[in-house]
């Protein structure tokens, strides 16, 4: 199994910055991509940034320009830099990985969510 654990989340000005970490532990043979996802009171949960093992990124609409994911790999650990904050940001935010716990067998796997809050 893999656990992912995430940190960094909190309360924030609007105009602001955060950051978001997420390393994954357990047996893990290989990670073909790392990222998060959002999910707001009332709305489904929706991709924000995702990074594969190979450094590509793909970001969604709404965040491009102000949030920017990266890697460690050696670390198995993602972060999400998360600046010039909205209220529409405000969110419980997954981090979420495909990883394979041997040569065959792969899988999704979620954290327990991190809040971010906006303050306009």
Known sequence: ???????????????????LSCTASGVIFSITTMGWYRQAPGKQRELVARITSGDSTNYADSVKGRFTISADNAKNTVYLQMNSLKPEDTAVYYCNTYAYTDSFRGGSYWGQGTQVTVSS
């Open 1 to 19: 199994q893999v656990q992912l654990v995430e940190s960094g989340g909190g309360l924030v000005q609007a105009g602001g910055s955060l950051t």
